[in-house]
């Protein structure tokens, strides 16, 4: 069984959550058109919407229309992401290959900063 959460960082209070059942899982009907990762942060994070926070996501959830869409619902993110993703920007792509010997590389544009960093394990944040 596998369950989708959304937890408060301090005290790990479960706001909401989704029960994965397999193709057959309900997501709610709110935001049909988007694809599973996405709607799955939608559907959990409704009610916290348009109220100033900021969510934390993997790289299975983080994408460049998701963050666009969370922006607009004046909700901030921050994500570790996978750069292979088609939809994200080159900058975010040439951010992976640049700086090998840095610890951490920022970028950014009017919608996006993303930083390398690399310790024992690389990790690329988008926010």
């Known amino acids: 069984m596998k369950i989708y959460k959304l937890c408060e960082s301090?005290?790990?209070?479960v706001w909401n959550f989704i029960v994965y059942t397999g193709k057959d899982t309900i997501y709610g009907q709110r935001h049909l058109g988007e694809q599973t990762s996405s709607r799955t942060v939608l559907e959990v994070a409704h009610d916290l919407l348009?109220?100033?926070?900021?969510?934390y996501l993997d790289n299975w959830y983080?994408?460049?229309?998701?963050?666009?869409?969370l922006c607009i619902?004046?909700?901030?993110?921050?994500g570790t992401l996978r750069?292979?993703?088609k939809e994200f920007p080159d900058f975010v792509?040439?951010?992976?290959?640049?700086?090998?010997?840095?610890?951490?590389i920022p970028q950014e544009t009017d919608d996006y900063e993303v930083e390398r960093q690399k310790g024992?394990?690389?990790?690329?944040?988008?926010?």
């Open 10 to 13: 301090s005290t790990g209070y």
């Open 50 to 55: 348009d109220k100033g926070y900021c969510l």
């Open 62 to 69: 983080t994408s460049p229309k998701l963050v666009d869409t």
């Open 73 to 78: 619902r004046k909700t901030d993110v921050v």
């Open 83 to 85: 750069t292979s993703r």
């Open 93 to 104: 792509k040439r951010a992976r290959q640049k700086g090998e010997n840095s610890s951490s």
């Open 120 to 127: 024992c394990h690389t990790h690329q944040h988008i926010s």
